[in-house]
């Protein structure tokens, strides 16, 4: 079986930690990681992204490229082509922020879209909880967001700017 067929069972059998072993020892599993972002599943969509985030620690010179590629990605005419790439961008930013470091302000710039708003913050939110100091240049960009009208938006900036308690990875504050 090749690489791709090995990647899609690991993915298939929600195999996270031989899906991380796997993209943490060869370099070209990320480009089929990269295509399952995209993936009608959600479930297979995250597998990837947290794939792509051990990918980072083992390879961060070819995750800088990555990221450009994601972030660019953003850069469409419609703005939300690479929603699915933002949650990769946090995996690997919580694993590598060294890695993601020059990439923090400028996803943030993106916070204006409403289709991509949500995303992310999440990652945002995945980056600060293993390197909150990469939030604090960013912090006057994520403030507005503190009186948003949608409620996961609202705590998750609540959150990264150090005011809320709710979870990061999915569950809901009650409001």
Do not use: C
């Amino acid at each position: 079986m090749g690489l791709k067929g090995r990647v899609m069972e690991l993915l298939l059998a929600a195999d996270d930690p031989g899906l991380q072993a796997l993209a943490r020892q060869e370099p070209r599993v990320s480009r089929h990681l990269l295509g399952r972002l995209w993936d009608p599943d959600e479930g297979i969509r995250n597998l990837a992204a947290r794939a792509l985030g051990a990918f980072a620690e083992g390879h961060p010179r070819l995750a800088e490229d990555l990221l450009r590629r994601l972030l660019w990605g953003l850069n469409d005419e419609s703005a939300t082509n690479g929603v699915y790439g933002i949650a990769a961008i946090g995996e690997i930013g919580f694993r590598r922020p060294d890695v993601v470091a020059p990439f923090v302000a400028p996803m943030a710039s993106y916070l204006w879209d409403d289709g991509l708003r949500t995303s992310i913050l999440r990652a945002l939110a995945r980056i600060h909880e293993s390197a909150p100091e990469l939030i604090e240049p960013i912090r006057s960009m994520i403030e507005g967001f503190r009186t948003s009208t949608e409620s996961e938006d609202r705590r998750l900036a609540a959150r990264l700017l150090g005011g809320g308690q709710g979870e990061l990875n999915g569950a809901r504050e009650t409001e």
